[in-house]
């Protein structure tokens, strides 16, 4: 790549922001102006943009759609009239919770395009219920009124209010049963609708909320790329570098190596593999006793802050019995003679459904001759070498 490109690609962003800021200066154009009143549009925007950018269809088509409803109840008259703009809100609120149920894609995959279709096809559709049979749809909308049999008692909704229970009702039982970030951001933006139906948040307001909320949601997934290890979920081999900027003097490190993990490979698959080092990720980070990353490969470090050796050293006992002591038990898709024909010829090693693994650790702490955190790590690793040579599965201190 040439020297100017590489040098654009960091710069570009600095300096469009430089030539706002001169443009404000000169009285050319009056960017804040144009920043204030829109600011919901313009947050919305950008998630838009980073949905995209960072192939998330949730991120994508929740600010889309948010940022249609803003504009639209913003410069669109017809939207004013009646149970018009209510009706909207409540079919956005469908649709984001159909978007929790769904999983990232790109926007511009085969069922991407299918989705945004989908959307335009609603729009579409209720534009065209305006102009042909607008009455006795809002009179439906406004007037229908659900009786809900709870004990001791028959409460009544309206339709609106129970299109709105409905949708945040089932993200919250998705966000329960698979709680990740997004679901719990989509929860929110459907309450906020909801509450600008019913009880009168303007929608500036609303729509601004949502666009702060979605923008943190795609930084908090940028930090989960940069920082944690995707296989495990545990923090990566980069957080660890960062993790230890944040050290004192005293601390100690533990390296954390499956035994004979190249056999669990070449016996079962790189999926049962996986699965393994899944397994030994949540042991060392429920039960080490200190901060657990992925170093690499099968590797992990624990570090512990302060002078506490004996603590740490409980702790990662502790944890080898655990991780000693929990078979991994083979999933039927590891197990499936299907998945491939080495799996095939394998069939019948694996010794059953469990497979017993075991861990070798390597403890070293700072002091004396080890002072930074490359040398303890150094230390720490030659006392691992030293639990493998003497059998494996064992905890072994440098001394
Ligand atoms: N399934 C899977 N395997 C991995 C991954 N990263 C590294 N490996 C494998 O880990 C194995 C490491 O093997 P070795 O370094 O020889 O160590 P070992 O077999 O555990 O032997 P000892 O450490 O001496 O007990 C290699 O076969 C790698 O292919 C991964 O993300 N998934």
């Given at each position: 790549m040439p020297p100017y490109i590489q040098w654009l690609?960091?710069?570009?962003?600095?300096?469009?922001?430089?030539?706002?800021?001169?443009?404000?200066?000169?009285?050319w154009f009056d960017f804040l102006s144009l920043l204030t009143p829109r600011l919901p549009a313009v947050l919305l925007g950008i998630s838009l943009a980073l949905g995209i950018s960072f192939k998330s269809s949730r991120i994508a088509f929740t600010s889309a759609l948010l940022l249609a409803v803003y504009l639209s109840a913003e410069t669109a008259s017809w939207l004013h009239r009646g149970q018009w703009f209510s009706l909207a809100l409540g079919l956005v609120a469908c649709n984001l919770a159909a978007i929790a149920f769904s999983r990232d894609r790109s926007l511009l995959s085969g069922s991407g395009l299918l989705l945004l279709l989908a959307v335009f096809a609603q729009i579409g559709a209720l534009?065209?219920?305006?102009?042909?049979?607008?009455?006795?749809?809002?009179d439906a909308w406004s007037a229908t009124v659900v009786a809900i049999p709870l004990p001791g008692n028959e409460v009544q909704?309206?339709?609106?209010?129970v299109v709105f229970l409905a949708a945040a009702l089932l993200t919250l039982l998705q966000s329960i049963f698979r709680p990740e970030p997004t679901g719990f951001g989509l929860l929110l933006c459907i309450l906020l609708l909801a509450a600008t139906d019913r009880f009168g948040l303007p929608i500036q307001q609303a729509a601004a909320a949502a666009g702060l909320l979605l923008n943190l949601l795609v930084l908090r997934s940028a930090y989960d790329l940069a920082f944690r290890d995707e296989l495990t979920g545990i923090p990566s081999r980069r957080a660890y570098s960062r993790y230890l900027l944040t050290l004192g003097r005293h601390f100690c490190i533990?390296?954390?190596?499956?035994?004979?993990f190249k056999k669990l490979n070449d016996r079962h698959g790189h999926q049962v593999g996986d699965q393994g080092l899944r397994m030994v990720a949540g042991k060392i980070a429920r039960f080490g006793g200190g901060r657990a990353f992925r170093y690499g490969g099968e590797e992990f470090v624990v570090v512990f802050r302060g002078r506490d050796r004996d603590r740490a050293l409980h702790s990662l006992e502790q944890m080898r019995e655990k991780i000693a002591g929990y078979p991994l038990r083979l999933r039927s898709s590891a197990r499936d003679p299907a998945n491939s024909a080495r799996s095939r010829s394998r069939r019948g090693q694996g010794g059953g459904n469990a497979i017993k693994t075991t861990v070798s650790v390597g403890v070293a702490s700072s002091g004396g001759k080890l002072r930074s955190p490359e040398e303890v790590l150094r230390a720490a690793d030659s006392a691992l070498y030293r639990a493998k040579r003497g059998g494996r599965n064992r905890v072994c201190v440098h001394s």
């Open positions: 690609r960091y710069s570009w962003l600095p300096l469009v922001l430089l030539a706002c800021l001169a443009a404000q200066y000169l009285s534009y065209a219920l305006q102009t042909c049979c607008e009455q006795p749809l809002i909704f309206s339709l609106e209010m533990a390296v954390v190596d499956i035994d004979h």
